[in-house]
Structure formats: structure tokens, C-alpha cells
């Protein structure tokens, strides 16, 4: 079975899912770059998004720009998409647009699997600790839950 997609680091899983989100918008890395300027993010111009999604690879085509955290969480509220959405690129759409599960041997999903799960726990333990995602963020908001609800109960 053919493989679609190779992930070899999570900044590529990152890449191909916001190549494959902006194909489906129809936006170019310039339009990208705009709307990331509107959002708050004009620091991630038309040439550092190119720089992101070509990753300056070295002589044997390893990426050397990694997606930060910081990008990451920028690109995700521009395009108002969950982070995790461009962390776990399962869904490949084909020409004709329908959704469907991108073929992968078990090893590969194994591995895939491993790799985001491993980047997604390292970009959760890089988040402030007043961001809602963050470890942190999650018991204040389960704190909140559980106070609400024993002062409903009363």
C-alpha cells in the first residue's frame, strides 16, 4: 500500500496540513501571511511562512526550520482551526473533496502516532501557564467546573 505522506518531524506534519489548508482556501503564502497580519501575527510575513514550509532543508533534505510552539498557536487562530487539527494531519482530501483516512502501514502509523504525540506533549509543556491549553490552565478551568457546579447544587 502507498504511502501518501511521510512525517519525519512534527514541523512536517505541521507544514503539510497548512499547505493542505490553504490549497482548500485557495490562498497563496502571500494571502496567508495577510491574514496572519490581521490576526495579530505580523511577524509571520510571506517570507518566514516560505522559510516554515520549505524548512531550509540541509544537503540531505532534512528540515532545519522547525515550527514553533508560538507559530504554531498563530497559524491555528488565523486560520480558526484547533492546534491539534495541524498536529494530526489524518484526513487527506482528494480531488473530488470527500474526507478520507490516508492509507499508512501499522509501522508507519505507529510511528506517526509516537512522533505527535511526543510533539504535542512538548508544545504543551512550552505554553504559559495561563493559556487554557496549558496543564495549568486545564486544572483552573477544572476547578472552575467543580465550583460551579457544588454552588448550583445548593
Known amino acids: 500500500m502507498e504511502t501518501h ?3 519525519d518531524s512534527p514541523s512536517d506534519g505541521v507544514v503539510w496540513q497548512l499547505k493542505e489548508i490553504r490549497k482548500k482556501r485557495g ?3 502571500a494571502k496567508l501571511a495577510e491574514e496572519c497580519a490581521k490576526a495579530g501575527f505580523p511577524q509571520l510575513t510571506e517570507s518566514v511562512i516560505a522559510n516554515i514550509e520549505s524548512g ?3 544537503k540531505d533534505g532534512k528540515r532545519r526550520r522547525a515550527v514553533s510552539v508560538d507559530e504554531l498557536w498563530a497559524f491555528a487562530r488565523t486560520l480558526d ?3 491539534g487539527s495541524l498536529l494530526w494531519p489524518l484526513i487527506n482530501r482528494d480531488a473530488g473533496g470527500d474526507a478520507a483516512l490516508m492509507q499508512f502501514t501499522p509501522r508507519e502509523l505507529h510511528l506517526f502516532v509516537h512522533r505527535m504525540q511526543t510533539a504535542a506533549a ?3 509543556d512550552q505554553l504559559p501557564p495561563d493559556h ?3 496543564e ?3 486544572k483552573e478551568a477544572a ?3 467543580r465550583e460551579y457546579y457544588q454552588e448550583g447544587s445548593e
Open 122 to 124: 512538548e508544545l504543551l
Open 56 to 58: 531550509r532543508p540541509d
Open 132 to 134: 487554557p491549553e496549558s
Open 5 to 7: 505522506w511521510r512525517v
Open 81 to 83: 482551526v484547533p492546534m
Open 27 to 29: 490562498w497563496s503564502a
Open 143 to 145: 476547578r472552575r467546573r
Open 136 to 138: 495549568a490552565g486545564r
